[in-house]
């Protein structure tokens, strides 16, 4: 009987990236939260024939909520916090973040990771004052569907996997 196994991924087997300018930047030092929210959307209604009802899945209103030390040097968090100091909108408060699934190597490609692309809007919704220290805290909202593919974590390149 082959035994399954009961081991919980931990946090550091998942990794983030947001683009900032041209570049992607590991969303690491600094930031003490960055979670992932599906956020599944259903729609419910009940049967002439059934005492309970029949729910559906109809859509996802997906969102990374973060929390952030402001430690200026990290190009991602210095980005978010011009963010929300300037008011910025529209594009100008639009990034793309992958999520890199680290415990997830692809065969045959070194430092290459399964991975999925999210377009966010970055809503910086609190800056902070930690016991003295100061931090950037908000939500990325999802804009769309998110895409698969893979990430090389040396490159910093997302190659969309092929529609069949």
Do not use: C, W
């Not at 899945?57 to 190009?75: C, L, N, V």
């Not at 070194?110 to 805290?137: C, P």
């Amino acid at each position: 009987m082959a035994s399954v196994s009961k081991e919980v991924k931990q946090r550091y087997q998942e990794a983030a990236y947001i683009k900032v300018g041209d570049t992607y930047e590991l969303a690491g030092t600094g930031f003490e939260k960055l979670d992932e929210e599906p956020g599944a959307q259903t729609s419910s209604k009940k049967y002439i024939n059934d005492k309970s009802s029949t729910s559906s899945i109809t859509s996802y209103e997906g969102q990374h909520p973060f929390t952030a030390d402001q430690i200026m040097s990290e190009k991602i968090i210095e980005d978010f916090v011009t963010i929300g100091k300037l008011r910025k909108t529209g594009g100008d408060a639009e990034r793309e973040m992958v999520r890199v699934d680290l415990d997830k190597a692809v065969v045959a490609q070194e430092s290459t990771f399964e991975a999925r692309l999210f377009n966010v809007a970055v809503e910086v919704s609190s800056f902070t004052d930690n016991d003295g220290e100061l931090q950037v805290e908000g939500t990325l909202h999802d804009k769309g569907d998110p895409v698969e593919g893979t990430f090389n974590t040396k490159t910093k390149t997302f190659t969309a996997k092929e529609s069949a």
